[in-house]
Structure formats: structure tokens, C-alpha cells
């Protein structure tokens, strides 16, 4: 049975899928532009995958004109579940089939689909990207692997000398962010052809909006054209709200499409265990395990009052929420302007001489802060990031007293963050971080 055919039938392509792949997020994205779901919603700081070298991140964007569907509704959830029920119902044309629908796109395998079309001789074997692809080097991480790879276990964020021990056969191959984010505006630009509204993710994931009387046919089309123009697979979710449609289109891997909807939900997820919706990670699932909630079904007939006094009266709801399939239908076109951005090292060896630190931070904000002034923006703040081992992080920020660009200013603030920092372990990793001013329309 194909992909489209088991969308149909109702049977997941992939009953196993990791619903929150990308709240670590994610990833995206890391780029990932990660956007998290509320699951200790965490800054690219937190998030990112340690890796040997010096990387650049950027931080957690915000949404221009819209409201991150993770996020817990303004209103309470109860009415939220109503207001949700209802725009679902005011979608559908008495006279017809037509109505909204928001699809999920994800393309397959993105990074390691993008290099097998620079090195088409290594199809069918298992390919892992990461790195400077040394597999040798300490401290290096998996930014993805083929699915033949993957059969061997090695995923995304795994150590490179963990990956060569399971896989010792794979061609290890070292990252390309621009070329990736070349091949993902390429695939952009194709479906802003559509009639859709597209709503970028990340290199490899978007929400579309659409009204159509077939959503599957669409969803084919689309299929069709990102592979006849970019030489990309991808997999597409179909649903009432960004929340059926994320956890749709990790069912309909790979390459197939699938439909996760209010009429469906109950009967494909209530078995599941929490940690399986969008939104909830393993930390918020062990503490609903606490209370005896180990299902979706559970969850969702829990009593908003218990899981408020747990959770607090915000996000205890709003996980009950997520549970009866419910979640944000807006589609949001308007540009995502960064909050902010880091860069940060890890280092092969351990740094332990006090100037060889401060030397590194120096670098380290001299960076940023010429990455803001090639951005047209200012600094408000500046965060220092330091991990000891054995694998102990720790953040300390100041808030600048006027927003500035000045490299002294900046520089000299992150040295006098670091001394607030204990430096009394080997250091394996520094970064540093600043946010901007937002524009004014954005607040």
C-alpha cells in the first residue's frame, strides 16, 4: 500500500514517527530556525547540538502579524476549544466540498537529500553530514542521515565517533548551510506558485494554507512540482490546524501524504503516549506520568484544574488542549524578524588558562556584533555562555544601558560577564549571544 493510500485507508505511514522532530527546534533549526513548541520552550543557547567549532545561531524569531502555534492561546482554553471547533465549521460551503485546510510540508531527509544531489555516486549507501565530516574529531555532531544510515541508529545530534561505531561503512560528509539555504528558497519559490499561503519553518518545512475541495490532490501536485524543479522528495500532512498537520506529514514519511483531522484523531491518537504531540517533550511527559496520564486519551480527559495546579493555569490546560487535537489554523506571511542572534565555539581541548578565554570571548563578540551591524540592527543585550566539563552550562547576562554597535561596548560587556562566571573547571565550550531592538510595529 502506498504512502497516499494508507492517508486514505487512515493507517500511519509511520506509526513510530517522533511527532516533536523539530522542538529540538527546532530543529529548527537549527539553519535550524527553530521554532519551539512550549515544552521548556529553549533558547538556540539550550537547543543546539554540541559541535566542535565555531557555529552561528540565530535565536528565537518572532512572528510579525501572528502568534506561534506552540504557544498557549491568549483566551482561556476551554473557549479556545470552541472558537477552534467553530472556524472549522464556518469554513465549509453548505453548496460545497470547499474549505480550508492546512498541509505541513517536510522535506525528506533535507541535508542529506541536498548532498546526494552534489554526489549522486553515493545513493543507496549510508551518508551522515556533520561537521568538518572528520568522524575522528571530538566533539563533532550528526546534522542528518540517509535513511540507510538510520537503519544502522545514527540520527541527528549524535556524536560523529558514535555514528562511525554504529554505521563503520558510512561516507561521512562535511555541512554546507548556504547551499542548503540555496536548495530550501528554491523549493520556497515553488510552492509560492500555488494557490497557498505559505508559512516558512526552517530550511526544510513550511505550513500552507489552502482552500480546496481536495486536499490530497494538492498535496500531490505539490509533491510533483518540488520534485520536478528541485529533484526533492517531501512529505506533506493535511489537517484542521498546524498541530494535526505537523504530526500528519511525520506519519506520511517518506514521500507520502496524510491526513490527520478532528474526524480522525481519536482513533490514530488516543492510543499514543503523550510525548507523541506536538508540543510536549519527555520532561512534561514524565511529569503527566506523575499524575497517571500516560496517553493522549488520558490527557485529553484529564481535569483542567489538576493539570493547572501542576503546570500552572497557562500551559496545564493548554497540554489538555493539545490532547483533544486542537491547535492554531493561521497562516502567517508576513516576515519573521530575529530577536537576536549567538555565535559560539567548542573547542577539541579543554580551555584552561584564564587569558586563552577571555581571548575567545573577545572573538566571539566581535563577531556579533559585526553580524549586527551587517543586520542594521542594535544591541540591547549581551549573554555569555559558558560549558565546563564535564558537561556543566552556564548563561549570565547584562542588559546595556543604551542600545549600541559599538565593538568596545559590546566586547567589554561580555568580558566583565565572563568574570562573573566560575572558571575553576576546563572549559569546552564559549559562547556569546545578543538581543536586539525590535522594530516598533513588532513590540
Not at 466540498?97 to 525528506?108: E, F, N, P, Q, V
Not at 520532561?283 to 489538576?306: E, N
Amino acid at each position: 500500500m502506498t504512502a497516499t493510500a494508507r492517508a486514505m485507508a487512515g493507517t500511519p505511514a509511520h506509526p513510530e514517527q517522533n511527532a516533536a522532530r523539530h522542538a529540538s527546534p527546532a530543529t529548527p533549526p537549527q539553519r535550524r530556525h527553530q521554532r519551539h513548541a512550549p515544552e521548556e520552550a529553549a533558547t538556540a543557547y539550550q537547543s543546539k547540538p554540541e559541535e566542535a567549532g565555531t557555529t552561528y545561531h540565530r535565536e528565537p524569531e518572532k512572528i510579525i502579524g501572528g502568534r506561534h502555534p506552540g504557544a498557549p492561546p491568549r483566551h482561556l482554553p476551554d473557549q479556545a476549544i470552541r472558537d477552534s471547533d467553530q472556524a472549522i465549521l464556518d469554513t465549509m460551503d453548505n453548496t460545497s466540498t470547499r474549505r480550508d485546510w492546512i498541509l505541513h510540508l517536510d522535506l525528506d531527509q533535507f541535508i542529506a537529500a541536498v548532498e546526494l544531489l552534489r554526489h549522486p555516486e553515493l545513493r543507496g549507501r549510508p551518508v551522515v553530514v556533520g561537521g568538518s565530516g572528520d568522524p575522528t574529531q571530538p566533539r563533532t555532531v550528526a546534522a542528518t542521515a540517509t535513511y540507510e544510515a538510520r537503519a544502522h541508529g545514527v540520527h541527528s545530534g549524535m556524536p560523529l565517533r558514535t555514528a562511525l561505531r554504529r554505521c563503520p561503512d558510512a561516507v561521512f560528509l562535511p555541512t554546507d548551510p548556504p547551499v542548503y539555504e540555496a536548495a530550501s528558497e528554491r523549493v520556497m519559490a515553488v510552492l509560492r506558485d500555488f494557490p497557498v499561503r505559505v508559512e516558512v519553518w526552517g530550511w526544510d518545512e513550511a505550513f500552507l494554507g489552502a482552500t480546496t475541495d481536495d486536499p490530497e490532490a494538492l498535496a500531490a501536485d505539490l509533491q510533483r512540482a518540488v520534485h520536478t524543479r528541485t529533484h526533492l522528495d517531501c512529505s506533506i500532512g493535511i489537517g484542521d490546524n498546524k498541530h494535526q498537520a505537523k504530526l500528519a506529514s511525520g506519519f506520511a514519511k517518506p514521500a507520502g501524504v496524510y491526513r490527520l483531522t478532528s474526524d480522525n484523531w481519536a482513533a490514530v491518537m488516543n492510543e499514543r503516549p503523550t510525548h507523541a504531540l506536538w508540543g510536549i517533550g519527555a520532561r512534561t511527559a514524565a511529569k503527566l506520568a506523575d499524575l497517571g496520564l500516560h496517553t493522549v486519551a488520558q490527557l485529553a480527559a484529564a481535569d483542567p484544574a489538576d493539570l493547572a495546579a501542576r503546570f500552572g493555569p497557562t500551559n496545564g490546560p493548554w497540554y489538555r488542549y493539545l490532547a483533544l487535537g486542537k491547535g492554531e489554523a493561521e497562516i502567517v506571511t508576513t516576515p519573521w524578524i530575529p530577536r537576536g542572534h549567538s555565535r559560539e565555539t567548542t573547542f577539541q581541548h579543554d580551555l584552561t588558562d584564564r587569558a586563552d578565554i577571555a581571548h575567545h570571548v573577545t572573538a566571539l563578540a566581535e563577531h556579533v556584533t559585526h553580524d549586527a551591524v551587517e543586520a542594521g540592527r542594535e544591541i540591547t543585550k549581551v549573554t555569555v555562555k559558558v560549558r565546563t566539563t564535564p558537561f556543566l552550562t552556564r548563561t549570565r547576562q547584562s542588559t546595556l544601558p543604551t542600545p549600541t554597535t559599538d565593538p568596545a561596548t559590546i566586547t567589554r560587556t561580555a568580558l566583565t560577564i565572563l568574570d562573573r562566571h566560575d572558571l575553576t573547571r576546563p572549559v569546552r565550550l564559549l559562547g556569546v549571544a545578543v538581543d536586539y531592538t525590535m522594530p516598533p510595529d513588532t513590540e
